[in-house]
Structure formats: structure tokens, C-alpha cells
């Protein structure tokens, strides 16, 4: 079964300084790749995905994530962050099987960006 | 990207009675519809998978006969949470599939508090 690891529940960090998100995934292929945010109250916005190509993908709101095939990560980072950036982060990964979808979430990184 | 909506965002009922919760997928026609449920501090977890047509597939430990579903056509699906007590409440999260996209539209949420 697939199965996704954020193992840092909670990061603070600088306003301005660099942010790097973990997540690991266990699946037995290449798996479809998301990271989401969300607000308090709000649901999931999209901030990028990896189906295939370049390993290296850029979203919206100046993050970008790299997929690494030898450790089954696919890191979320943005070079410096910004007070709104304060949320909760899930990564996720799709499973497609003929047609049948399942996305699992891992638990989440809350993020608090200090001043 | 593809759009989804669900209503009501915030509904406040009294326990004992039944809500109704609908997911609408706006601009296109989603073959698969999905049931989230999201706890306080927690991450999104699947209650349920439907299809257009048929009858929905439930997760391991989801009561089927209090989480009822229907997906009468390709752009709502909905979720009636059936005779409600106060551990009920919760944020539902409804998303959309299809075979055309490798990933799944996600709606804003409903915030059920059940007194």
C-alpha cells in the first residue's frame, strides 16, 4: 500500500529565510506527486505536482519541489518565505490503477513564519 | 484548473438530525467523486470513492448507513450525514476526478458542527 511520510509536523522559520518541507512516499512505482496548502478553515489549494519529465518542478507562490527517485522524496522549498506562507502543507500521491484513484495525504507540516 | 464548489460551506445542525452536503464539479464532467474528512490538526482522510451511477465505495471503518452518498450524475455527488451526533463534526472535503487528469480538484470544504 502507498503510504506518505512528512516527518516534521510543525516548522518555524524566519520571514525572508529559506524553507525546505520533507516528504518521503512508498510506492511501488512512480507515483503522481502533489503538495497542497491550506489555510485555516479553507481547503486545498494546488501548488504543484510531478507526473513525469523534470524532476525539478516549479509551482505557484515562488515554491518549487524536486522529486528524487534513489530516496522517494519529493521536498517542497522556497528560497525565502514570506509571512503568508503561514499554513499547513500536505504532500500527496495518486495512485492510478485502470482507471481507479486514490490519493493519500501525509499528516501534514504546519508552518509559522516569525518576524 | 478545473473547479469544484460544495455547499453549504459552514452548516450548524442539531444532533439527531440529518445534513446534506453537495459537491459540484463546474467545468467539467467528473466520472469519480471523493469524501474527505478532515479532524482538527489532522490530515484528510478518505471516507469514500463514488462513481456516476453506481453505488460508492466505502473505507475500512466508515459507516456507510450514517455517511450516505449519491452521485446521480457526471458533476454532483453528494453526502448526507445521517441522524448527526456531536462527534460528527468536522470539515468534509469533497474532489473530483477523471480519466482524463492524473489528479484530483479539490472543493473548499464544509464545516459541519453538529450541537
Known amino acids: 500500500a502507498q503510504s506518505v511520510t512528512q516527518p516534521d509536523i510543525h516548522i518555524t522559520v524566519s520571514e525572508g529565510a529559506s524553507l525546505e518541507l520533507r516528504c518521503n512516499y512508498s510506492y511501488g512505482a512512480t507515483p503522481y506527486l502533489f503538495w497542497y496548502v491550506q489555510s485555516p478553515g479553507q481547503g486545498l489549494q494546488l501548488l504543484l505536482k510531478y507526473f513525469s519529465g523534470d524532476t525539478l518542478v516549479q509551482g505557484i507562490k515562488g515554491f518549487e519541489a524536486e522529486f528524487k527517485r534513489s530516496q522517494s522524496s519529493f521536498n517542497l522549498r522556497k528560497p525565502s518565505v514570506h509571512w503568508s506562507d503561514a499554513a499547513e502543507y500536505f504532500c500527496a500521491v495518486l495512485l492510478d490503477s485502470g482507471g481507479y484513484q486514490k490519493v493519500t495525504f501525509g499528516i501534514g507540516t504546519k508552518l509559522q513564519v516569525i518576524p | 484548473g478545473a473547479v469544484v464548489s460544495q455547499h453549504p460551506s459552514r452548516v450548524i445542525c442539531k444532533s439527531g438530525t440529518s445534513v446534506k452536503i453537495e459537491c459540484r464539479s463546474l467545468d467539467f464532467q467528473a466520472t469519480t467523486m471523493f469524501w474527505y474528512r478532515q479532524f482538527p490538526k489532522k490530515s484528510l482522510m478518505l471516507m469514500a470513492t463514488?462513481?456516476?451511477?453506481?453505488?460508492?465505495?466505502?473505507e475500512q471503518g466508515v459507516e456507510k448507513d450514517k455517511f450516505l452518498i449519491n452521485h446521480a450524475s457526471l458533476t454532483l455527488s453528494t453526502l448526507t450525514v445521517t441522524s448527526a451526533h456531536p462527534e460528527d463534526s468536522s470539515f468534509y472535503i469533497c474532489?473530483?476526478?477523471?480519466?482524463?487528469?492524473?489528479?484530483?480538484?479539490f472543493g473548499p470544504g464544509t464545516r459541519l458542527t453538529v450541537l
Open positions: 463514488s462513481n456516476e451511477g453506481s453505488k460508492a465505495t466505502y
Open positions: 474532489s473530483a476526478g477523471t480519466t482524463l487528469y492524473n489528479e484530483q480538484f
